[in-house]
């Protein structure tokens, strides 16, 4: 038997009204959850980012902030904001930062360990380049050296502070033989990196606000971990069907 046609169906654009209209209010409904985690999170850590301002001015000479130029959206360049954690004017080196990495001061390693040098991204939030769940952004380089036509479709979604690709690294740190993959960026780039943006892509494409809370929620709980030096583990449902590196 063949079905009547929708007569709400639009030909032209191949999709309902009602799915335009879910999709424009799932946009809004994450947009205000960025900017209201966002401020909650900012300002009462504010003095902790003063602190860590004043230890940076005081452990290396050189700007507090540091910008770095990712791809974000649709291809397009934007300034992250980090708490700066190397010594300005040195070598511009790998964009892989390894153990015992000379460029970075010993404050350095500490807000790197904790997580405290990414709060400014809150800022980039903020202003709309990024979400708190999106692909992390990447460094032209490596988009350039390492990403494939099926990576680049990660490019479509807003970058983020968080995503279960992210957090698939953060398992992958205290691993066995781990070291090599994170430090060596043929490696990383041919092996780590397809498999964390195919996280995230079996992640976006069925994404819902809820499952989103409940990534945040996990990034929380994955960063009291680490700095406690307890496991980390991924639970299932956020890395399907792939393979184990």
């Known amino acids: 038997m063949v079905s009547a046609p929708n007569p709400d169906f639009d030909p032209k654009s191949g999709v309902l009204p ?78 892989l930062v390894v153990q015992d990495d000379a460029r970075v001061f010993a404050l350095g390693w500490f807000l790197r360990k904790t997580r405290i040098d990414e709060l400014p991204q809150l800022l980039n ?23 494939t036509p099926e990576m680049r479709r990660s490019l479509a979604h807003r970058p983020g502070l968080t995503s279960p690709g992210t957090l698939y690294q953060l398992t992958l740190e205290r691993a066995p033989g781990s070291e ?31 499952s989103d809370l409940a990534v945040i929620a996990l990034t929380a709980r994955f960063l009291v971990c680490r700095a406690s030096g307890r496991p980390l583990d991924l639970p299932p449902e956020f890395t399907g069907d792939l393979p184990k590196t």
């Open 180 to 210: 090599t993959g994170l430090s060596d960026e043929d490696r990383y780039g041919a092996e780590l990196l397809p498999r964390k943006v195919a996280i995230d892509l079996d992640y976006f494409d069925r994404a819902t606000l809820r």
């Open 125 to 147: 939030v903020l202003g709309g380049q990024m979400s708190l769940v999106g692909p992390r952004p990447r460094v032209p380089e490596v988009i350039e050296r390492f990403y």
């Open 18 to 95: 009602g799915t335009v209209a879910r999709s424009s209010v799932s946009a809004v409904a994450r947009r205000t959850l960025d900017v209201v985690v966002a401020l909650a999170i900012l300002l009462p850590t504010s003095p902790f980012l003063l602190l860590a301002a004043l230890g940076i001015r005081l452990s290396s000479p050189g700007p507090v902030l540091y910008r770095s130029q990712r791809i974000g959206q649709d291809g397009k360049r934007f300034a992250i904001l980090k708490l700066r954690t190397m010594h300005a004017g040195g070598p511009r080196g790998s964009f």
